[in-house]
């Protein structure tokens, strides 16, 4: 059966930490993984990662992809309160079908 | 280019009664999936259209059901509705191409009581 897992399921931070989020993946003919940021709304892209060992970066964001062991990191450093969110993973894999993880819900304190 | 646009934004229903759902996808995309969101499953596949095909279905009763039409708007349908129904409708669209992202709409708050 394809899924993802995310990992930690919720997490709390103060300002200026560092965050680390995992998303393992088990899905047929992987083709991309996603990582989506939902405040109240809907979730907007981040990064696609398609390649092992690249890392995609976006000012404070980063997120690389381990295709052999079958996972994907999300960091985010010096954490800011606007940070706060449930970040998604997502899996594209046969049939251009798109698995989601539950979400990592970060919130980060002042 | 404007986004996906979902319609109603919120709705509240009864239990027993229906309802339908509308996306529009972004200009060009062929491509619908449409996902339930709650706060215990997360993100759920439901299913995804294509050119007016349904070509990916998740695992919901046949209580859920959709279409898409010749201009790739979709619509989804509920009938029947339970109180575990009550989640966060999200569509999204897709063109596909290499490599694909998907676009979300706003979403669909449903309330059923």
């Known amino acids: 059966e394809d899924k993802v897992v995310q990992s930690p399921l919720s997490l709390v931070v103060h300002e200026g930490d560092t965050v680390t989020l995992n998303c393992s993946y088990e899905?047929?003919?992987?083709?991309?993984l996603l990582w989506y940021k939902q405040e109240k709304k809907a979730p907007t892209f981040l990064f696609m990662l398609?390649?092992?060992?690249i890392e995609k970066k976006s000012g404070r964001l980063s997120s690389i992809l381990d295709k052999k062991e079958l996972f994907s990191i999300l960091n985010i450093t010096a954490t800011q309160t606007g940070d706060s969110a449930i970040y998604l993973c997502?899996?594209?894999?046969?049939?251009?079908?798109?698995?989601f993880g539950t979400g990592t819900s970060l919130t980060v304190i002042p | 280019k404007a986004g996906v646009t979902q319609t109603p934004r919120y709705l509240i229903k009864t239990r027993g009664q229906q309802v339908t759902l509308s996306c529009s996808p972004i200009?060009?995309?062929?491509?619908v999936s449409w996902y339930q969101q709650t706060p215990g499953q997360g993100l759920q596949f439901l299913f995804e259209?294509?050119?007016?095909?349904?070509?990916n279905k998740g695992n919901f009763p046949g209580r859920f059901s959709g279409r898409q039409f010749s201009n790739s708007r979709s619509e989804m349908n509920v009938s029947t509705l339970e109180l575990g129904d009550s989640a966060l409708y999200l569509c999204?669209?897709?063109?596909?191409?290499?490599?694909?992202?998907?676009?979300f709409g706003p979403g669909t708050r449903l309330t059923v009581l």
């Open positions: 997502a899996v594209e894999g046969t049939g251009n079908q798109f698995y």
């Open positions: 259209y294509f050119s007016e095909t349904q070509r």
């Open positions: 999204a669209s897709t063109n596909y191409g290499s490599y694909n992202e998907q676009f």
């Open positions: 899905v047929t003919n992987f083709r991309s």
């Open positions: 398609t390649s092992s060992g």
């Open positions: 200009s060009g995309h062929r491509s």
